[in-house]
Structures are given as structure tokens and as C-alpha cells.
């Protein structure tokens, strides 16, 4: 099982941009769906973007499409969220999550993953 650390989170100003890094030890990403969720106190995980386990198919939440873009450097065992544009909603705890046993159906579930990074921290305001 992987372990997952992420970083870049931030406090930024609306229509900003940051850009937030999910690395990856304790063996490769392949075969895992990879997603990255955001969580604000007192509400359910959301999902945010994410890959397949294939990592042939992207995914998007509603609320981000447009402004957010996830990729990964597969040799250095990193996946990344690029987030521009910036608004007060977005900010929440970002937390990245593999999985080796989601299927399409449930990619957007965080109880699908089995691996967790401990969390950044974004904040937007003016």
C-alpha cells in the first residue's frame, strides 16, 4: 500500500492559482485510480479531480471543471492539481487518495480509496 504526502496548500487571494503535489512511496502508482478530494468541517468529502486506474481516463468534479487540472510525473511518483482561478468556495482541506480497487462507478466515492495523505490546508480570501 502506498503512502501519500501532499503539499503546496496555501493561503491565496481569489483568482489566484496554486498548485498542489501528491507524492507517492512504499511502491508505484500503477494500477492505482488516483483522486484527489477536498473536505471543509462538517461536510462530506468531495471529490475534486482524479485519475483511472488505468490512468487513461480524467475526471472532474462539477464545481472545478475549467479551472483545475490534475497530472502526474509517473517516475517521480507524483500527482499534481493545478488550481487556477481561485474562489472563496474553494477553500478546504485538500487531501490526495489512491486506490487499487476502484471501478468507474465509484471513482468519485471517497470510501473507494484505501490510501490517505494527511491533508493541505487551502484557504482563499480577500
Known amino acids: 500500500q502506498v503512502q501519500l504526502v501532499e503539499s503546496g496548500g496555501g493561503s491565496v487571494q481569489p483568482g489566484d492559482s496554486l498548485r498542489l503535489s501528491c507524492s507517492a512511496s512504499?511502491?508505484?502508482?500503477?494500477?492505482?485510480?488516483m483522486g484527489w478530494f477536498r473536505q471543509i468541517p462538517g461536510k462530506e468529502r468531495e471529490y475534486v479531480a482524479g485519475?483511472?486506474?488505468?490512468?487513461?481516463?480524467?475526471y472532474y468534479g462539477d464545481s472545478v471543471k475549467g479551472r483545475f487540472t490534475i497530472s502526474a510525473d509517473n517516475d517521480k511518483k507524483t500527482v499534481y492539481l493545478q488550481m487556477n482561478n481561485l474562489k472563496p468556495e474553494d477553500a478546504a482541506i485538500y487531501y490526495c487518495?489512491?486506490?487499487?480497487?476502484?471501478?468507474?462507478?465509484?471513482?468519485?466515492?471517497?470510501?473507494?480509496?484505501?490510501?490517505w495523505g494527511q491533508g493541505t490546508q487551502v484557504t482563499v480570501s480577500s
Open positions: 487518495a489512491a486506490g487499487r480497487r476502484v471501478i468507474t462507478s465509484e471513482i468519485r466515492r471517497h470510501r473507494a480509496y484505501d490510501s
Open positions: 512504499g511502491g508505484t502508482l500503477s494500477g492505482y485510480a
Open positions: 485519475f483511472s486506474r488505468t490512468g487513461g481516463y480524467t
